[in-house]
């Protein structure tokens, strides 16, 4: 079983940045992959990265292409997203997941964490 904690949300202003965190506890996160997506209201969970194991490759929804960084500390078990020039329509609840094999579907995920606010003001 493996548990999975965000933080790192909050308010900014278009053009600022935030960095999320995904700590985990009950699996070496580099044993897995790792997603990060996001669900606004009233739309579906949407794909944003991911890193796969061991290596650490990482893929990109084109939405953040250049402006979102995913990233993985083994030391402290967690999987970060940096964003950067933040919009008003990066407004939603950010879930990190974790999986065997990191792909875009959230169905292929069997771990979630809570979800973290994140909201972006004009």
């Known amino acids: 079983q493996v548990q999975l904690v965000e933080s790192g949300g909050g308010l900014v202003q278009a053009g600022g940045s935030l960095r999320l965190s995904c700590a985990a506890s009950g699996r070496p996160l580099k044993s897995l992959g790792v997603g990060w997506f996001r669900q606004a209201p009233g739309k579906e969970r949407e794909y944003l990265a991911s890193?796969?194991?061991?290596?650490?490759?990482?893929h990109y929804a084109d939405s953040v292409k250049g402006r979102f960084t995913i990233s993985r500390e083994n030391a402290r078990n967690t999987v970060y997203l940096q964003m950067n020039n933040l919009k008003p329509e990066d407004t939603a609840v950010y879930y990190c997941?974790?999986?065997?094999?990191?792909?875009?579907?959230?169905?292929?995920?069997?771990?979630w964490g809570q979800g973290t606010q994140v909201t972006v003001s004009a």
């Open positions: 890193i796969t194991q061991s290596s650490g490759g990482t």
């Open positions: 997941a974790a999986a065997n094999l990191a792909t875009g579907r959230p169905t292929n995920y069997d771990f």
